[in-house]
């Protein structure tokens, strides 16, 4: 089946800094991808739509220059917090969309990221 | 715009009893809805999902879904919950493109 691997599961890093997070399609290619935050006990809030060899789509009220998409391949996209602070603290989680099938979701899940700024 | 309500924020049921997670949408045109599961600090899983044909849809571990036209509604069910689907539960709507996600639903399931 289509697997998302998302890297790293986990990160702390310190005020100011910037973090960069993988999302890869490892047996399907992907040419769009989603990037979603999750606030402790609240639902996904997707943050942008990256297409690969374009620039990505941003909601409404994500900073992107903040938050730096890059869609190079049609198997990675990277979502970079560019100096980060704790209010950056948060689970984020990319999705890949799919051929799907008619027994499956067509969106397919990277495991998150939980970044933490100390 | 397209949005989807699940109204409760947790649901706690006894091993071996039904179970009921509660989902209304409200999007434009012929509605693609679909259930997830999150386990702590991982990814959505896929349960089930409707896109057409039958109202009643089965999907993963033994969860199965009603889809309602009249009501905007598509509750998640389980004839007998177990201890490990204890979890929390996304409904989403919309296109492929672009899934609106509920709130989430916590699920316990108690022994």
């Known amino acids: 089946g289509a697997v998302v691997s998302q890297h790293p599961s986990w990160v702390i890093c310190k005020s100011g800094t910037s973090v960069k997070i993988e999302c890869r399609s490892l047996d399907f290619q992907a040419t769009t991808m989603f990037w979603y935050r999750q606030f402790p006990k609240q639902s996904l809030m997707l943050m942008a739509t990256?297409?690969?060899?374009?620039?990505?789509?941003?909601e409404q009220g994500v900073e992107k220059d903040k938050f730096l998409i890059n869609h190079a391949s049609l198997t990675l996209s990277t979502l970079t917090v560019t100096s980060a602070h704790p209010e950056d603290s948060s689970f984020y989680i990319c999705?890949?969309?799919?051929?799907?099938?008619?027994?499956?979701?067509?969106?397919?899940f990277g495991n998150g990221t939980r970044l933490t700024v100390t | 715009a397209q949005s989807v309500a699940q109204p409760e924020d947790q649901v706690n049921v006894a091993e071996g009893n039904p179970l009921t997670v509660k989902c209304t949408y409200s999007v434009s045109g012929n509605p693609y809805l679909f259930w997830y599961v999150q386990y702590p600090n991982r990814g959505l899983q896929f349960l089930l999902k409707y896109i057409t044909g039958d109202n009643l849809v089965k999907g993963s571990y033994g969860f199965e879904a009603e889809f309602n036209k009249s009501q905007t509604s598509f509750h998640l069910k389980k004839p007998s919950a177990l201890v490990s689907d204890s979890a929390l539960y996304f409904c989403a709507a919309g296109s492929f493109q672009k899934l609106v996600f509920g709130t989430g639903t916590r699920l316990l399931v108690s022994p």
């Open positions: 990256s297409n690969e060899g374009s620039k990505a789509t941003y």
């Open positions: 999705s890949a969309l799919g051929t799907g099938g008619a027994y499956n979701s067509p969106l397919h």
